[in-house]
């Protein structure tokens, strides 16, 4: 790609992402960023051994408080940068495993997800920690030498201890973040075990230098801490979590509470591609050496996907926001689905008698109908909104 | 044709379909029977009792109002056999067109969409006729290849059919439009045949409809009718096409696809149309092609006119029900072949994530709602007591609050004389006239008759001389119902703003019974002690 491609891309994306900018402020914004502010000014009576978020959440929010000096419009702003930040991110992730097309698809599914998730949503925790699902799946690939029948190879390097000291170090900054995505670990370590087939000796090994890397971030943020006198630091570290298990009566909403995410903000056309994609992938498995590099993506975006909604279960908290965790490798996964689909279409069409292609005609007008396409015009409103009337009103 | 094969897909179907006989009064059938007992008891649909369904639909009724008297056991048992009779003919069809597995996975799917469709939205025209579309489907097959010359009675059958389809919901009509494009891509024939063809099914079209609309011979019947349509027309517009209204109809609708229609229906519709690319080549009247194609055609045709009617309720999209399970039939069959493939694969990597979807597939299908419903026959029979609170949920949605229904049905069947009448007053409830035994009088079947935005004045009076005939008055305090009012006031609030009807309530009446949901008003003098 061309620098010029790039820039047209960044600009299409952050066209698609620009109803964030002008989303109405939302009431846990404003808590967070005050929270958030109030402890990094030293007032640590506003600081609740129990509360939604965790220590270093709150921390993050009084940052871009202070940043935005807690104007909505700007901390919008900031939003704004971290969510295109990361649709950059994910289409160079994905642009190494799979295709460019694939990848600038990713990155226009990640930020219309994130346009869908809607003002009360995209300000969580959640969406704002995508970059970092992100950077623990390039590390975690990166380090993986695969030969050629599929295998991990034995022998790390140096380079490979770095790369998983620098995991545990994000996977502490993601736990201290929020507790709940300590599931991405099971995650990965499914991946490792039942996708890799890696032995326990080498599991050990390699989660060792992982939980170092983890106990480095941990002994330096606690070591923060103190220095800046905070009270209560150990109580805060964590936001206040239930001990998973199960409920009928929660897997009851939470099935009806999933299907809605789905369909609000997938709709058919994407979901159809959410499983094209796995089940492409579950079939060209049997060619595992054929094309390792993409199999190996799904597989750890399969992996993490199953383990973070194994943890809204588990947790029996289910939000909104919570399935942000998702976006990466759902995105990941629609976006090969997507790019299949059309190569299929395009078969099928150029062989195909007219009657056929008038079906599929009104198959394409039926998912395009159904995709979140119509949804995002809708909240395209929001700029023209604030710019002409100056009030969200109108929206109620 | 085994035998063991058609027992077996029988008994599956009795079983899956079997929660229906155990469900709930809903406002819609209320409706029908109230309308089908105006009939039966010599008076005028559209004079004597208003809604807003064309004439057939209440005639239609009136075989089962004289089997059941609104007994609403037996309306559910007659409903009940309608859908497994509907699911098991399906099933024997595809059995001897396709093959077995084809139809029982088809009547098996057809079982399960209806049976989750769940209260309030079962029992619709559309669910309960979807027989027709069978008999669409057997004779449009029938005659395909045939001379017209041969299969002029069936052509006219044909037509008669979609007719009588056509006159009971006005947008089903939109399956000619399906017929005609799949008879115009695959029929090798000349203009001359389609042009005689189409004539022969639009005779027998035509004269089915008009027998549909024959009650509107009667004059007063025709003017009220003409009445009701112009009420209609605010009820058909109250979903705009403006943006928000359009993305509320999005949402509804790909709620209903992913949701009830379900994540594995619509993966195996998938399966089912990559299967349909592939034969491509193969199309003969003889063979799976044919019925998979017709029945893309005819699933797309009718799924099309939900869409156009924008409402983006469920039991809308019920009726492709028929098209769409035979397309699942197909899907369901290559899914499983897909899955097993993967599963005799002994690498670990490929069986967890294939279990893992499997599972996932399950979870979100209709089974795992199927077994939710399964608890509505458990409790009506063994803890009949819980049976009422387990569809009451008002603030989920304000017309679900049966356990109050029950209540004041109770207090009035026991606090009445014979020969009293009652006056019902809701948007949307108009199932309590099936939880008490009195004569109703009731003309209007909702009060966005009389207290909707688009009101006529003589309906207006109507309703005023009802309220002084009425012995007792149930009015619901709870139900906002815009797409009935085109507003969000209750039925009480209405009233409470309607002084004339006020005074005539206050100096008549004394409310005498009340639960969150209900008031109960009886005319001014002493309630009796229970004696009935």
Redesign the interface.
Known sequence: MKAHHYILFVISIAFILSPVIFFPPSEIQTKYMTEGIAILQGNFQSLHNTSDLSLLSKIVYGGIGIISNTNSFTARIIEFFIHLLTAIALFFLVKKYLTKSKAVLASIIYVLSIVLLNYKFSFQIEPLSNILIIALIALHLKRDNINSEGHINTNYSLGNYLSLLLEGLIIGLILFLKFNFVFLIIGILAYDILFLNINWQKIIKKYGTILAGFIIFAALYLFILKIERFPNAIASLFQSITIPHISFTFIRDFLKDFAKFLAYIYSVLFIIALFYSILNWLKNLENYSKDIKSMRLFGISFYLAIAIILSFVLYQDFQFNHIASLFIPFCILISDGLVEIYHKFINVWGISKFSYKFVLVMFVCFLLLFSPLHFWIYYMQYPFIYLIFHNYAVLI | MNTKKIILLTLLVLFILFPISTFIPTSDLAIFLQGARTIVNGGKIYVDFIDIKPPIAYYSMVPIYLISNIDNHIVRLIEYFIHCLTAIGLGLYLYKKVNYKVGLFSALAYSLLVVTLNTPESFQLELIFNFLIILILIIHTNIFNKEIKKSFGLILLEGAIIGLYFSLKYTTGLILLGLL?FDI??KKKKFSYFLKYYLILALGFITSALLCLLPLIDNQTFNGYKDMLEFLRYYVNFVGTD??S??VF??Y???Y???KFS?AF??AT?FA?ILW?KG?EQFSTNNKQFILTLS??LA?AL?LSA?IERKGFAYHYSRSYIPLSIILGFGINEMVV?FKN?LK?K????T???I??ILFLF??SPI?RFF?VLRIPIVYYFNNERYYDLFHEPQNNPILNYRDKKKVGDFINTHSYPGETVLTMNAGSYDIIQFQKLKVIDKFSHSGFYYGSHIKDKWRNDYLNQLKQADWIIIQVNDFNFSANAHFRTTYESLQSDSVAMEIINSRFDKVFETETIYVYHKKQEINNPTH
Do not use: E, M
């Not at chain 2, 690498?347 to 490929?350: G, P, Q, T, Y």
């Open positions: 494009l891509f695959y943006i928000p359009i993305n999005l949402k609708s790909s709620l696809f992913v949701d994540i619509i993966i998938v149309i690319l491509r893309i055609f797309s799924i869409i897909y993967r694969q690498h670990l990597n490929i967890i994530p294939t893992i979807i979870v979100f795992s939710a």
